[in-house]
């Protein structure tokens, strides 16, 4: 069967969500068929043969690798906690359990609170992992921005509201005719007002501040179609990945550059994982592959230009921010779809079967076998 027709007889339609799984799992949005549909357009499908037959002219062996993934995030914590500052040096603070591990959680939630706030990112500082300033559960299953960041989104509008009963009081007025904007609380249709700083000023402690929690209803379930294209020289048995391209779901991305960097360094760990990586020991039990002199990893220029495409056409139901985790999204989709790739240029040499890492010693020797038989 045409690999896209199997999949899409398997897909979930859009009509039986909310799905319960085999697990008991509950997939609470996804437009799986149409990101196959994207995935086929942007990676040229029907381009494919002219290119194989470019790649059998130079005496090389051509695949095309195919997956849809869907990862599980979040875990079992679905409940985060912040505390946010606005200090009366003119700066606010944020306070958070969990933690930066490279993914640009510091951008991204100065982001929220500079949208929410209208405070200039500049004027923002995000102290993320500090156990005597911050309770939360932390950074685990790549829940920080869909769970984390719900919780930063209460405390903007949090510290919102308690600013404008604090403005309220100075300004001697109600609080539903106090009005927030920019900094800035304004009696309405009065030029009588007072700063979110200048109110911090008169707090004891010198700033306004909220403890805030966030809940989400459930996991979310980033997904996404991959497709790749792989030649492979018969002489060496060296597969090289010549063009990839990704349609990923992860909701309504908060910061789109951050989650494409994210999901290029997981499609290169992907293709470590399928063409390089592997642990060998020799037969006394001695680790052969303890240092990267050793041990296989992919290079710059093992990794093609990969075209990544997000799609938020079915946003997360579970969270108000509409966003999925992605935290491993392109390490999931990455192995297979490259494997699949390296599988389908030796399928016409009859052979279907290799195990993981697909590395150059072992493909030669599948076609020398192959050859031979």
């Given at each position: 069967?045409?690999?896209?027709a199997?999949?899409k007889a398997?897909y979930i339609k859009?009509?039986?969500?909310?799905?319960?799984n085999?697990?008991?799992?509950?997939?609470?949005?996804g437009?799986f068929a149409?990101?196959?549909?994207?995935a086929?357009k942007l990676?040229?499908?029907d381009?494919?043969?002219?290119?194989?037959k470019a790649?059998?002219?130079?005496?090389?062996?051509?695949?095309?690798?195919?997956?849809?993934?869907i990862?599980?995030?979040?875990g079992?914590?679905?409940t985060?906690?912040v505390?946010?500052?606005?200090t009366?040096?003119?700066?606010v603070v944020l306070?958070s359990g969990?933690?930066?591990?490279g993914?640009?959680?510091?951008?991204t939630?100065t982001?929220?609170i500079?949208?929410?706030?209208g405070?200039?990112?500049?004027k923002?500082d995000?102290?993320?992992g500090?156990?005597?300033?911050?309770?939360g559960?932390?950074?685990?299953?790549?829940?920080?921005?869909?769970v984390g960041?719900?919780?930063?989104?209460?405390?903007?509008?949090?510290l919102?509201e308690?600013?404008?009963?604090?403005?309220?009081?100075?300004?001697?007025?109600?609080v539903e005719?106090?009005?927030?904007?920019g900094?800035?609380?304004t009696?309405?249709?009065?030029?009588?007002?007072?700063?979110?700083?200048?109110?911090?000023?008169k707090e004891?402690?010198?700033?306004?501040s909220v403890?805030?929690e966030g809940?989400?209803?459930?996991p979310s379930?980033?997904?996404?179609?991959?497709?790749?294209?792989?030649?492979?020289?018969?002489e060496?048995?060296v597969?090289r990945?010549?063009?990839y391209?990704?349609?990923?779901?992860?909701?309504?991305?908060?910061n789109?550059?951050?989650?494409t960097?994210?999901?290029?360094?997981?499609v290169a760990?992907g293709?470590?994982?399928?063409?390089?990586e592997?642990?060998?020991?020799?037969a006394?039990?001695?680790l052969?592959t303890?240092?990267?002199q050793?041990?296989c990893?992919p290079?710059?220029?093992?990794v093609?230009?990969?075209?990544?495409t997000?799609d938020?056409?079915?946003?997360?139901?579970?969270n108000?921010?509409g966003?999925?985790g992605?935290?491993?999204s392109?390490?999931?989709?990455?192995p297979?779809c490259?494997t699949?790739?390296v599988?389908d240029?030796l399928?016409?040499?009859g052979?279907?079967q290799l195990?993981?890492p697909?590395?150059?010693?072992?493909?030669?020797q599948?076609?020398?076998d192959?050859?031979?038989?």
């Amino acid at each position: 069967m045409d690999p896209r027709a199997i999949r899409k007889a398997n897909y979930i339609k859009p009509a039986q969500l909310p799905y319960t799984n085999a697990a008991g799992q509950v997939y609470n949005s996804g437009a799986f068929a149409h990101m196959l549909d994207r995935a086929v357009k942007l990676a040229d499908w029907d381009g494919f043969a002219a290119r194989k037959k470019a790649a059998k002219k130079k005496g090389l062996l051509y695949g095309r690798g195919l997956t849809s993934y869907i990862e599980w995030t979040g875990g079992r914590a679905h409940t985060e906690k912040v505390s946010l500052h606005a200090t009366s040096q003119g700066r606010v603070v944020l306070h958070s359990g969990t933690m930066a591990m490279g993914q640009g959680l510091q951008t991204t939630y100065t982001q929220m609170i500079s949208d929410t706030l209208g405070i200039a990112m500049d004027k923002i500082d995000v102290v993320q992992g500090d156990t005597d300033l911050a309770m939360g559960f932390g950074s685990v299953g790549s829940r920080s921005l869909f769970v984390g960041g719900t919780a930063v989104a209460v405390s903007s509008n949090d510290l919102i509201e308690k600013a404008r009963e604090k403005a309220a009081n100075v300004l001697e007025t109600s609080v539903e005719d106090i009005e927030y904007q920019g900094g800035m609380l304004t009696v309405v249709g009065t030029d009588r007002r007072i700063s979110l700083f200048d109110l911090a000023e008169k707090e004891s402690s010198a700033k306004l501040s909220v403890d805030s929690e966030g809940e989400v209803d459930g996991p979310s379930w980033p997904n996404g179609t991959h497709i790749c294209e792989v030649e492979i020289d018969p002489e060496t048995g060296v597969s090289r990945v010549v063009r990839y391209t990704t349609v990923d779901d992860v909701g309504i991305a908060v910061n789109p550059m951050l989650v494409t960097g994210q999901i290029h360094g997981g499609v290169a760990q992907g293709i470590g994982q399928a063409l390089y990586e592997g642990v060998s020991y020799d037969a006394d039990g001695q680790l052969l592959t303890a240092s990267y002199q050793d041990y296989c990893i992919p290079r710059a220029d093992d990794v093609p230009p990969i075209v990544v495409t997000l799609d938020d056409s079915a946003p997360c139901r579970t969270n108000p921010l509409g966003a999925k985790g992605c935290g491993e999204s392109g390490a999931i989709g990455g192995p297979p779809c490259v494997t699949n790739g390296v599988m389908d240029a030796l399928a016409e040499l009859g052979i279907t079967q290799l195990n993981t890492p697909l590395t150059p010693q072992k493909i030669w020797q599948a076609i020398r076998d192959a050859k031979a038989g």
